[in-house]
């Protein structure tokens, strides 16, 4: 049974930081790529970043450029989104998300989904 656990979110002032990580079980990690997205209230998810298998090449979504850092450690079974310069407009439920191949920035294209976790972000 494939599992994808998201900790780190909660509540932080607006120029703050915050590290997210996913912990996955039950697949071969090093076969996927992983992907961060995040939802907002009322709104669609989004996609925020995303790492291939081997960490050797990420994309970010152009509001997120330069201020998140998406990172994975293999031997952990574990995916990271380190989130600085914090704005009240990245409050969102976060979720981690596993694709089998390369990297996806569509949420239809991810084969496993975390249960998110809430980041919240006070101006």
């Known amino acids: 049974q494939v599992q994808l656990v998201e900790s780190g979110g909660g509540l932080v002032q607006a120029g703050g930081s915050l590290r997210l990580s996913c912990a996955a079980s039950?697949?071969?990690?090093?076969?996927?790529?992983m992907g961060w997205f995040r939802q907002a209230p009322g709104k669609e998810r989004e996609f925020a970043a995303a790492?291939?298998?081997?960490?050797?090449?990420?994309d970010y979504a152009d509001s997120v450029k330069a201020r998140f850092t998406i990172f994975r450690d293999n031997a952990k079974n574990t995916v990271y989104l380190q989130m600085n310069s914090l704005k009240p407009e990245d409050t969102a439920v976060y979720y981690c998300?596993?694709?089998?191949?390369?990297?996806?920035?569509?949420?239809?294209?991810?084969?496993?989904w975390g249960q998110g976790t809430q980041v919240t972000v006070s101006s």
């Open positions: 998300a596993a694709v089998f191949g390369g990297i996806v920035s569509i949420p239809r294209g991810y084969d496993y």
């Open positions: 039950g697949l071969p990690f090093r076969r996927y790529a």
């Open positions: 790492i291939t298998w081997n960490g050797g090449s990420t």
